[in-house]
Each structure stands twice: as structure tokens, then as C-alpha cells.
């Protein structure tokens, strides 16, 4: 049905029935495969909530997407903005904290999309290294502390799902538990710290659906993780070699319009399974060298210790 040149709107076309009132959480939704996507579900009449750092990067992409969506289609959706800054567990919190003052607070699906990616060696203001903080501690936080607000009744049929964007960098990561910040590495340019942050991705997805699972709510709630395959957008914006690179690679970029059909796909498909990887709209294989089941459970255990965020369920 769906292949390596799907558009998201085709994936939204062909669920469309599926999309429409749901409240969909995005972070880091003001350009590229993240604005794409926020723009399909607006379009396909769902509750969208714009949740990026710069408010009026964010607030310039919501109207961008208000006037392409409105002039082709009269029954779309709402969208919302809130502030959000992602490497910041303070933010992160207040995020959560403003989430739950709200008349509805319940959520259909969460799409952990904000990234850097090759960035000059630098640390957040709780101390840790702003890549690994960014890509995976703060939506860990952020994924853990919105659990108790996920809807556990599915709305069309679909359930609630917690979406990760990885990517098949991850292929060279690793999990290094006693230098997460870069004190004895060497850092490089940083695409190393982005393979780390990436593979850290799919570890804690594979180890939060076991968890869900174990207390009898992976049925309710699907944690998925996904390559949303080689695309330019602003994530490599930091690096003089990615955008060399770029220059003489242009043609090998999937455009973003397909690079963000893969998130439409696991949020949207009725037959997702949770714990799976899925690349090209298809389940996929993430390289199986860097799989662990110990390193996943003890790399959640040691977020949980650095975010000072838990699991909220109790596990059978």
C-alpha cells in the first residue's frame, strides 16, 4: 500500500477518517518533517499543539500552515502553540505543568520529533550535553510525565501512541554510561554525540513498551520508534560539513514531504505494534548489534536518575 516514495498526505489521505479529532503533541514542529506533519494533521481536522523553543519561530509556522491548509480545505482542525524547550527539564516540567490546568487534558498522540544534530560541545543548564539532553533526556522526561494524560481508549479504533523520531544513524552509537557528557571522549564535530542520541531513541522505546507492558497498558498505549530516512532540513544547520555535504549530495535527500510520511504512517495505522522500528512506512530492523535488552532497561533506570522523572505506572 505504501512505499519508500509516500507522501505524508497520502498516508493521511488514505486514514482519514482516523485523524480527525484527535489531539496530536509535536515537539519541535516549526520547520521541517515536524512542520509537515503538524500541517497533515491540521489538515486532516485533528487538534494539533505546536510545543517548540522559539515562540515566534512557532507562532510564523502555525500561520504558515493555517493559510496553505485553509486555502485547499474548510474542514481542518485547530492548532495550538506552547513553549517549549526540550533540553531543559525545567521547561520540560513547566510543559506538563501548563498540560494539566487544561479543561481536556487527554492525549491521543505524542510525537517526540525535536532533534540537534552536529553542534559544538556544549551542556544544558542541568549540566548535561546539549545533544544527548535534546534528543533523548528531555523527551524522555517529557514522554514519562505526559503517560497518566495518554487516552487509554482508543478514539477510531486507533490507541493512544508515544512516537520517536530516530534515525539509522543509530547504527554507530553506543550507550557510553560513564561518559554521557563528553569528559573523555572526543567529541569531534558532534555527529558521534547525535549516533548516541539516536540509538538511545529506539533503546528507550523498545524498553518503554516492555515496561507498559508489564503493567498491562501496551494494549492502550503504543510506543514506536522510526527512520524517517536521509533528509535535509535545519537539524544540521550547526555544521560546515553536513552543509558541504549537502551541497554535493542535494539529489540523494528524500523531500520532507515524504521524510514525514513514515510519523503519519505509526500514528495513524490501526496495525502498529509497539516496541517495532519502522522506516518507509513498514516495519523495520534496527541494527541488531546495538540491541541490548539489559542496556535498555539500564539506560531507562539511569534517566530516570539524571531527569529525576519515573514511570508513573506500577508494574505487575
Known amino acids: 500500500m505504501f512505499d519508500k516514495t509516500t507522501t505524508a498526505e497520502q498516508v493521511l489521505d488514505a486514514y482519514s477518517n482516523l485523524s480527525r479529532h484527535k489531539t496530536v503533541l509535536i515537539t519541535g514542529c516549526n520547520c521541517g518533517i515536524g512542520y509537515e506533519t503538524a500541517k497533515q494533521f491540521y489538515r486532516g481536522g485533528a487538534c494539533v499543539i505546536m510545543l517548540c523553543r522559539s515562540e515566534d519561530k512557532m507562532l510564523a509556522a502555525k500561520d504558515n500552515i493555517i493559510s496553505e491548509v485553509s486555502n485547499e480545505n474548510n474542514s481542518c482542525g485547530t492548532i495550538e502553540c506552547m513553549k517549549l524547550d526540550v533540553s531543559s527539564n525545567k521547561s520540560v516540567k513547566n510543559l506538563v505543568e501548563q498540560w494539566s490546568t487544561r479543561s481536556d487534558t487527554s492525549i491521543d498522540t505524542l510525537i517526540l520529533n525535536a532533534g540537534v544534530s552536529c553542534i559544538p560541545l556544549s551542556y544544558t543548564e542541568d549540566g548535561q550535553e546539549s545533544t544527548f539532553a535534546t534528543n533523548h533526556l528531555g523527551h524522555f ?19 493512544s501512541r508515544i512516537i520517536t523520531i530516530s534515525s539509522s544513524a543509530h547504527k554507530t552509537g553506543e550507550i557510553a554510561f560513564d561518559d554521557f557528557n563528553w569528559k573523555s571522549r572526543w567529541y569531534g564535530i558532534g555527529n558521534r554525540a547525535y549516533n548516541d542520541s539516536k540509538l538511545a531513541n529506539i533503546l528507550f522505546t523498545r524498553e518503554l513498551h516492555r515496561r507498559l507492558k508489564r503493567c498491562g497498558k501496551s494494549e492502550d498505549i503504543v510506543a514506536v520508534s522510526l527512520d524517517p530516512g536521509f533528509i535535509y532540513t535545519e537539524i544540521g544547520r550547526h555544521s560546515l560539513m553536513i552543509k558541504l555535504y549537502s551541497f554535493f549530495a542535494y539529489n540523494k535527500y528524500v523531500p520532507i514531504t515524504i ?34 535488552d539489559k542496556v535498555e532497561c539500564e ?16 508494574e505487575q
Open 141 to 159: 522526561a517529557l514522554a514519562l510525565l505526559l503517560l497518566p494524560f495518554m487516552k487509554t481508549k482508543a478514539t477510531h479504533g486507533v490507541e
Open 299 to 314: 539506560l531507562f533506570d539511569v534517566s530516570e536518575l539524571i531527569t529525576g522523572v519515573k514511570f508513573p505506572f506500577s
Open 259 to 292: 521524510g514525514a510520511a513514515t510519523t503519519m504512517y505509526c500514528a495513524l495505522c490501526p496495525e502498529i505494534k509497539g516496541g517495532l522500528y519502522f522506516k518507509d512506512c513498514a516495519e523495520e530492523t534496527p541494527y541488531e548489534k546495538v540491541l541490548n
